[in-house]
């Protein structure tokens, strides 16, 4: 009824506001707008590190929001919640700014085995949703297990070498036997799981979903993410669509004793618009 109406992002981001919504969780509406010393003080954590500012007409500067989970965080109570936004970030492509628009949920309290395993559950249906009948898929890692292993370890170089499962590279810098295993596993659960924190093995357990993969490739950022990393995938589209995990320590790091979890949907991405 509103295919002619809508947009793909507009079509896309309606399903998944329904499917969310259905779960029980709560809309949140952030402003584009916060101030740019928020965002500095907490760079690491942003997927890209341009931040857009501009100043205000008090003469405080002030940011484009450039991540939705950082703009929530700051402000909401322990709950479940939903959005649909926008996010201002420079393209990995062409090196210009865009206008990107998200969809997803955030998880934050005091979450259980149970409560992360839901949030593994709403992507693997987001991604369902959203493949139009495609095939699709939900590659999990535990970003825990690796942080462990590169903490004693060149862990920006063997990290690299992980997400790009380049062997070889991993080998030039004598990286530890299992990280080499885990580089090797190519979604086979059975293969993967033992490398798991127990957390992460609930999580699959639980869903013991056909869609479900272990790469630990998925894994980018350690100063984000410490738990389960979340990356989902749709046939015909060459880059991940979904993106999240579990960031308990980003929550520390920004002043909360809450734990945290959620993931994104690009929207653009699956209507075609896949330079950001």
Sequence with gaps: ??????????????????????????????????????????????????????????????????????????RASPGKYYYDEKVYRVSENSGHWREISQAGIERIGALTHEDIAEVARLALMSLQEISGGKGYVLDIAD?????????????????????????????????????????????????????????????????NDAHMRIDFSAVSNLKYYNGLVLKGYIEGVPRAVLSGGQYDRMMKLTGHSMRGAGFAVYLGRIGGVIGD
């Design 143 to 207: 970003a825990g297990a690796i942080s462990e292993i590169l903490t004693e370890n060149d862990g920006g170089l063997m990290l690299k070498c992980l997400q790009d499962k380049n062997i070889h590279g991993l080998k030039a810098l004598n990286a530890p036997e299992k990280l080499l295993h885990m580089a090797k596993i190519d979604g086979d659960i059975s293969a993967g799981i033992e490398y798991l924190g127990d957390e992460c093995k609930y999580v699959v357990r639980a869903l």
């Design 1 to 74: 009824m509103h295919d002619d109406i809508l947009t793909h992002e507009e079509l896309y981001g309606l399903k998944l506001r329904r499917l969310y919504r259905s779960n029980g969780y709560e809309f949140y509406r952030m402003s584009r707008f916060e101030d740019y010393d928020y965002y500095a003080q907490h760079k690491d954590f942003l997927t890209a590190q341009a931040i857009l500012t501009f100043t205000d007409t008090d003469g405080k500067l002030t940011a484009l929001r450039p991540d939705v989970t950082l703009s929530l965080i700051r």
